[in-house]
């Protein structure tokens, strides 16, 4: 049975002990170290078609890492893209909905499938457009967000409203919905006008509103604005 932990305190592994015979799958680039008795391939995961959406909903390759212990028992190290926390996440029971860039690797199991969402959500998500993506199966995947990681439950009249860019991943069973305001008030403008000036004003980008019984989880920092930043100071 393949066993997921994540080692080290800051910027941490993925440390993947796997039996003769288990099989896990990856993002592309996210293998550190492998031992011999593992063997490496890259595939297509579910056809073309699947590929294609997966590319365009979530930002990942066409081709994702499939590790196999096929000579015996043996470990391997995963790594995300983006500096920060990761999540184990079990699914089953429970079946999550991820945000962009934020899979890192699941057991075999599991399966990644490609959801639709609403006009609205679609046109100002950051999650996929007009789809995103959902666990499937029974096992274990594992998410990454940049920065520290943290988890929030939502249950009925304790409507969380949450940073786009700070939303890992969320309960599939959720009710949520875009907005590019936290408040009902903007100063008596009205309408999307109205909230676009409280949007600027106030420092925010697009929010989600989460209401139902569930788990949301997120992370510290928010990569537009860091990248925002980096360009900011950096030479021209």
């Not at 699947?50 to 990942?60: D, V, Y």
């Not at 959801?115 to 993506?133: H, I, Y």
């Not at 008596?188 to 004003?201: E, I, K």
Request: net charge negative; glycine share 14%.
């Amino acid at each position: 049975m393949t066993v997921f932990t994540i080692t080290g305190d800051v910027d941490p592994f993925l440390h993947v002990a796997m039996q003769k015979g288990d099989k896990i799958y990856c993002e592309s680039g996210a293998m550190v170290m492998m031992e011999a008795n593992l063997e490496l391939k890259g595939r297509m995961t579910g056809g073309l078609g699947s590929a294609l959406m997966r590319r365009f909903t979530n930002g990942e390759s066409l081709f994702q890492q499939h590790i196999e212990a096929t000579r015996g028992d043996g470990d391997c190290l995963l790594s995300p893209a983006l500096p920060g926390g990761m999540e184990i996440i079990d699914v089953g029971a429970r079946q999550y909905l991820l945000n962009d860039g934020a899979f890192v690797a699941a057991t075999s199991g599991t399966e990644m499938k490609v959801r639709t969402q609403s006009v609205g959500n679609a046109l100002f998500a950051q999650s996929g457009g007009f789809f995103v993506m959902e666990t499937s199966g029974t096992g274990q995947v594992v998410v990454s967000g940049f920065g520290s990681m943290f988890s929030l439950d939502v249950e009925p009249g304790k409507d969380l409203t949450i940073d786009n860019a700070h939303v890992v991943c969320w309960d599939s069973t959720l009710h949520y919905e875009i907005s590019v305001t936290t408040s009902s008030s903007c100063g008596g403008l009205g309408g999307m006008f109205g909230n676009l000036v409280n949007s600027v004003t106030s420092g925010e980008g697009m929010v989600l509103r989460f209401s139902g019984r569930g788990k949301v989880h997120i992370c510290s920092r928010n990569p537009s604005s860091f990248a925002a930043l980096v360009r900011k100071y950096a030479p021209a």
